[in-house]
């Protein structure tokens, strides 16, 4: 088991709103000071998405990412990864755009298409800045489409690139779906894989799903991937010291949960970082930095990236 576990911190993503969170990074500087202190707090890798500053909406377009992209890879070390995610009603054409512009080290990419359910949120969070967020938090009909016809093409779109995957999966299904383009020699090990749990739609947050996701994971690629989990909304840090217990990676951040503690909303994302480092730390094991994260997952560096 390897002692150095790499932390992922996913600072805004697409789906919490604005109006949740006072933490939740918008506006280019507030994602700039989000990742930087992600990265100085331990976070080996920051996983990004860009928004509209004045309304929060996520922005799949290059220019909405070039304000904090070169500020960050200027101030830091640290990894970036970029969505090829976007939001979940967005089509693969639009959601790949930066990262084919700007050729990251690491780009995420959802494994297969699923329902997603955010309704559930709106029993917490009543009250809301923006038309917009109840109107997509309340939709109960969003498919997050992911075909194999989409995943090839973001492989393909990005085959030049020498840009690596943060393959996101779900469910097994997803696992089996990566299995198949790695048998087709599209994608190459070691795989960096995400096993994602607690999100209405994808696989649930017990610990026997993690256990079943592992061992599917296990069979499938045997050492030929590196194993990281993200666990959604309360699932975020229970799950992150399991998978840290059993030689995995582990990814927070506020895309994926706003909270620091039962009824507690974390300040920053820099707040869950030091938490999972807390957590890592106290299983023994040591928190690895930017470029060992580098020759783990075996990236490309920094400097043959267009950012």
């Known amino acids: 088991m390897s002692k150095k576990v790499i932390i992922t911190c996913a600072v805004t993503g697409a789906i919490h709103t604005p109006s949740m969170s006072k933490a939740l990074p918008v506006t280019p500087q507030e994602i700039v000071d989000a990742s930087i202190g992600a990265a100085e707090a331990g976070a080996a890798i920051v996983h990004l998405h860009a928004r509209n500053p004045e309304t929060g909406q996520p922005d799949q377009s290059p220019e909405a990412f070039a304000p904090f992209l070169k500020v960050i890879k200027q101030r830091s070390n640290c990894v970036i990864n970029l969505t090829t995610g976007g ?57 997050f489409r992911n075909t194999f016809q989409d995943i090839e093409y973001v492989l393909r779109t990005m085959a030049e690139s020498d840009t690596r995957f943060e393959f996101e999966c779900y469910d097994t299904s997803h696992l089996y779906n990566l299995a198949h383009f790695l048998e087709r020699g599209l994608v190459k090990p070691p795989l960096f894989v995400q096993t994602v749990f607690g999100l209405l739609g994808g696989t649930g947050s017990h610990p026997e799903d993690v256990l079943h996701m592992k061992r599917t994971a296990d069979r499938l690629f045997g050492d030929k991937y590196r194993w990281s989990v993200l666990g959604a909304g309360r699932a975020q840090l229970p799950i992150a010291a399991m998978t840290a217990a059993m030689g995995g990676n582990v990814r927070v951040g506020l895309e994926d949960s706003l909270w620091s503690g039962p009824g507690r909303l974390a300040e920053s994302n820099a707040e869950q970082v030091r938490l999972a480092r807390q957590i890592i730390e106290g299983l023994g094991l040591e928190v690895a930095t930017p470029d ?15 950012i």
């Open 87 to 143: 939001a979940p009603y967005m089509k693969v054409e639009e959601r790949v755009l930066p990262a084919r512009t700007y050729k990251p080290e690491v780009a995420s990419l959802n494994m297969g298409s699923m329902n997603f359910g955010l309704f559930g949120m709106l029993n917490r969070f009543k009250e809301f800045k923006h038309a917009w967020e109840p109107e997509m938090l309340g939709n109960k009909d969003i498919v």
């Open 292 to 306: 060992e994260a580098r020759e783990i997952l075996h990236l490309k560096g920094a400097d043959r990236t267009a």
